[in-house]
């Protein structure tokens, strides 16, 4: 899978912008502010519809128009897709895949699969569990629609429950039961899928963690919840909710369900988060990427396309190594101030887009430079 075109309008700072990529390494340069996070977060929205840099897209659209465009035309091994996404002002979007108009965002996901690797993604490590569920979430509805279904309904349940707690009288006490069944129905298949995926970010991070820190280190992940039996988990997270009402109705929210969880991210036994050096969570956070990228490949039968925005300026040279020389079989896109310490590593026919000013002033290949 890869992007063989991509087509802005009105998108952030870019006016117009129409490129073709090579199925390989993607090179995009240029100092601070000139639009190179812009091309990966328009690639990175018509994935998912959202972007990784604000919950609110009318920011996408360049300051004094109406409405913003974003065409990516996607090589797949069995389908080609045509993705459209316009973005209006009002908070509305309309997509279309190959001409064809979509109505929900979950005939979008996993069609055009990303895996994006930022500055940003240190927060999985070191911040609240809601950037840890929330990268567990999106990880999943790539590759489950009906993860993404379940999500959506068990936070609709939810809302809709802590409503209810908020004004809390006896008229609507029986009400709360049918409320807790729902929560435990969706909430226990997304406890499920989230156990499953920790399994095999397991697997597949301990052999590549152990790759990148020559066999000295040892990644865990571990699943954390108020969820004791995990061979009934609808009934315990529905006896959960029944014992812990009073308490959620003193509170006014509800206390227990995966809302709450967490995982555990552990360096030889040791939790990363509060005793890992900075340099342990960094190679955390590449352990997690590239083991997403081998379970889409293992799920879907193909890689998702890479990005990487400002990353490599952030590691040291045996962690660039390691990136440079993983992405052969994967269209990797970076974005970077030079391409010196790179140049090396990637193949010399890489393509370089110099980028200012919300345009490319520049195009060609890494043995033109």
């Not at 996070?37 to 690639?43: D, F, G, K, P, V």
């Not at 000295?216 to 061979?231: L, P, R, V």
């Not at 939790?271 to 083991?291: A, C, N």
């Not at 310490?341 to 345009?359: L, P």
Request: proline share 1%.
């Amino acid at each position: 899978m890869y992007i063989k075109n991509l087509q802005l309008i009105n998108f952030r700072n870019y006016d117009e912008l129409n490129i073709s990529l090579n199925s390989g390494v993607n090179v995009f340069i240029g100092d601070n502010a000139q639009g190179k996070t812009n091309i990966l977060e328009a690639i990175y929205y018509s994935s998912i519809a959202k972007s990784q840099r604000t919950s609110r897209d009318k920011e996408l659209i360049n300051w004094n128009k109406d409405e913003a465009y974003v065409k990516a035309y996607i090589s797949k091994e069995r389908l080609d897709k045509n993705i459209e996404i316009k973005i209006f002002k009002d908070g509305k979007k309309g997509i279309r895949i190959n001409s064809i108009k979509i109505n929900k965002i979950q005939e979008l996901i996993g069609v055009f699969n990303v895996v994006l690797f930022s500055p940003e993604d240190l927060k999985i490590v070191k911040e609240s569990p809601s950037y840890r569920r929330k990268f567990i979430d999106i990880e999943l509805c790539k590759l489950n629609s009906k993860y993404y279904y379940s999500l959506v309904q068990y936070n609709k349940v939810l809302n809709e429950r802590n409503s209810l707690l908020k004004k809390w009288n006896e008229n609507i006490e029986s009400i709360i039961d049918i409320y807790d069944s729902q929560l435990s129905r969706f909430g226990s298949f997304i406890i499920k899928e989230r156990l499953k995926y920790l399994n095999l970010l397991n697997e597949k991070g301990k052999a590549i963690h152990k790759e990148i820190t020559s066999a000295i280190e040892d990644i865990s992940f571990k699943y954390i919840t108020s969820i004791k039996d995990f061979d009934n988990i609808e009934k315990n997270l529905n006896e959960l909710l029944k014992k812990n009402l009073k308490g959620d109705m003193e509170k006014r929210t509800t206390s227990h369900g995966p809302h709450r969880d967490d995982f555990l991210i552990s360096i030889n036994g040791i939790d990363t988060r509060s005793y890992g050096s900075q340099g342990q969570q960094r190679t955390s956070v590449l352990t997690i990427k590239f083991s997403s990228l081998e379970i889409i490949k293992e799920q879907t039968g193909e890689y998702p396309v890479l990005l990487l925005d400002d990353v490599l300026s952030e590691l040291d040279l045996s962690r660039q190594k390691y990136i440079l020389n993983s992405i052969n079989n994967v269209q990797t896109i970076v974005t970077c101030t030079g391409i010196e310490n790179i140049k090396n590593y990637i193949s010399e026919n890489a393509k370089i887009f110099t980028v200012h000013g919300g345009n490319i002033i520049k195009e060609y290949t890494l043995k033109e430079f």
